[in-house]
């Protein structure tokens, strides 16, 4: 079983940084995509970034600039370097990694942006 597990979340003032991670265990293979999402309250869940097994990037546009996605294949890991944090940053953040025809979510983490 695929499990995926989210830690450095936490509270932050605005302009200052947080690095998100994410680890995967399991039988997972080849993982092809991998992916930072957020849902902010009474919000859809959105893309925040993505990276592909060959290092391609594609970033929402409110992040670009700010955000950093980078991945160790090896480790089965995957990063989110979140720089000038702003309070409209505040969700839940969720990573997903794409394996063949599979994917997984892991369980999110709380990022809380103070003004």
């Known amino acids: 079983q695929v499990q995926l597990v989210e830690s450095g979340g936490g509270l932050v003032q605005a302009g200052r940084s947080l690095t998100l991670s994410c680890a995967a265990s399991?039988?997972?293979?080849?993982?092809?995509?991998m992916g930072w999402y957020r849902q902010a309250p009474g919000k859809q869940r959105e893309l925040v970034a993505a990276i592909t097994s060959g290092g391609n990037t594609n970033y929402a546009d409110s992040v670009k600039g700010r955000f950093t996605i980078s991945r160790d294949n090896a480790k089965k890991l995957v990063y989110l370097q979140m720089n000038s944090l702003k309070p409209e940053d505040t969700a839940v953040y969720y990573c997903?990694?794409?394996?063949?025809?599979?994917?997984?979510w892991g369980q999110g983490t709380q990022v809380t942006v103070s003004s």
């Open positions: 399991g039988s997972i293979g080849t993982i092809g995509v």
């Open positions: 997903k990694m794409d394996y063949g025809f599979l994917h997984s």
